[in-house]
């Protein structure tokens, strides 16, 4: 079973898979989707980028539409309010007009609205597990009856802290229910949650979790600390697709963004301290092609979706050898070509190879030949890069709202993304 044509669903849903261009199934949806409509628990964990989001949605849609029960039947927990947010956009993309839009339940919105589209009927939730928290302890949800939970992104959940929140929310669901979970690695933390809260889950393991995507490039490039910033402008002169730079920490992002931004680079930046309008912001500039370069720390790293981004940069090391799997894996998603380039000084060499050594991988080994001639860009050159991508039209910035919805890994033409 390769085509969503094939799966036993209702013809709404069919209808609208197809009016979004949705054809070819991943490796994971195709082993996780026949099972969650089964009623079965699944226990996922795939490489980012491979369409687990829609894995979960599909089934869920089903269900709401064989069971109308005027409640939340449905509970789908993510570690961030831009992964809550895209995934909200990418259900009421497909959901029709007989299923009610899904409340979005994070920080950094207004409350009341919140509230609103709880009250008003919604059938999914879709929130992140702290203002969930929240709005449990002032008896402002009811989840009788809810039939479904959804973990997503749950190892990146458990690096946040989210675990005490996750046991308080789990604690007043039906026990009855179907849980499925999904994640880009199954730490002993992520098994032992599970072993708590599922029914002997259907396990589906797609490729391996603790590489890169093959269709990713990884190259190195050993750099004095003054001459870091010349590199990463030739890197930049010499891409012709969207960036997305990674940052240790907070301070930096921002000092980085502002100096890109100096040398003539449409560049915004994404940090946990930037309020919620500033990050939606960024991230709307980026996803549209108005903003070709982006600077995060590892919020960015599992917190967002964003279709064809060429070229990942890790302007400093990661902190584990995890997190760069998922930096890395926002580049090379549905099968796509990717670059993934990494800076390091001589005394970071060390560092280096033991990621190499964690993951069992190679990352070549480059000279920047570009960094004694490389000039900031220019304004004309990013208004050219800007004309160049509406004219294959990438980043049309008045395409349709299903459109913009897709997630990267679910956006299938021709090909299913690899296992």
């Given at each position: 079973m390769t085509q969503f044509s094939e799966l036993p669903i209702r013809p709404q849903i069919m209808e609208q898979l197809s009016a979004a261009s949705f054809s070819t199934m991943t490796a994971v949806q195709a082993a996780a989707i026949p099972q969650a409509l089964e009623g079965k628990d699944v226990l996922a964990t795939a490489q980012t980028g491979t369409g687990k989001t829609l894995a979960f949605l599909i089934p869920i849609m089903e269900h709401l539409l064989k069971q109308h029960i005027p409640a939340i039947t449905a509970l789908v927990l993510v570690p961030t309010r831009?992964?809550?947010?895209?995934?909200?956009?990418?259900?009421?993309?497909?959901?029709?007009?007989?299923l009610a839009a899904a409340a979005l339940v994070v920080g950094g919105l207004p409350e009341r609205q919140q509230l609103a589209s709880i009250r008003g009927g919604a059938r999914l939730m879709v929130a992140t597990p702290g203002r969930l928290e929240d709005f449990l302890d002032r008896k402002l949800v009811d989840f009788r009856g809810t039939s479904i939970l959804v973990l997503d992104e749950a190892d990146r959940m458990l690096d946040m802290g989210f675990l005490p929140s996750i046991r308080r929310i789990v604690s007043v669901l039906p026990t009855q229910r179907q849980t499925l979970c999904f994640s880009a690695t199954l730490p002993d933390s992520v098994a032992q949650l599970t072993n708590k809260y599922m029914n002997a889950p259907v396990r589906v393991a797609v490729g391996s979790t603790l590489k890169p995507?093959?269709?990713?490039?990884?190259?190195a490039f050993e750099v004095s600390g003054d001459r870091k910033q010349q590199v990463l402008n030739g890197l930049l002169s010499n891409e012709t697709g969207r960036c997305l730079i990674f940052v240790r920490t907070k301070h930096g992002t921002e000092r980085?963004?502002?100096r890109l931004t100096r040398d003539g680079f449409s560049a915004a930046m994404l940090h946990g301290d930037r309020s919620q309008s500033q990050r939606t912001a960024a991230l709307a500039g980026f996803q549209q092609g108005r903003i070709r370069v982006l600077v995060a720390t590892d919020l960015a790293s599992r917190g967002i979706h964003v279709q064809d981004i060429a070229h990942v940069i890790n302007y400093d090391l990661p902190a584990v050898a995890e997190d760069f799997i998922h930096r890395v894996g926002r580049t090379g998603r549905a099968g796509?070509?990717?670059?993934?380039?990494?800076?390091?000084?001589?005394?970071q060499a060390g560092d280096l190879r033991q990621i190499e050594r964690a993951l069992g991988i190679r990352i070549e080994r480059k000279q920047a030949e570009f960094d004694a001639s490389v000039k900031p860009a220019s304004?004309?050159?990013?208004?050219?890069?800007?004309?160049r991508s509406e004219e294959r039209g990438s980043f049309d910035a008045t395409a349709s709202k299903s459109r913009m919805a897709r997630l990267p890994g679910e956006t299938l033409q021709m090909h299913v993304a690899r296992a």
């Open positions: 831009e992964l809550a947010m895209q995934v909200a956009a990418q259900y009421d993309a497909l959901r029709g007009k007989r995507a093959e269709n990713v490039r990884m190259q980085l963004a502002r796509e070509l990717g670059v993934a380039s990494t800076l390091y000084g001589r005394d304004g004309k050159e990013e208004q050219a890069w800007k004309d």
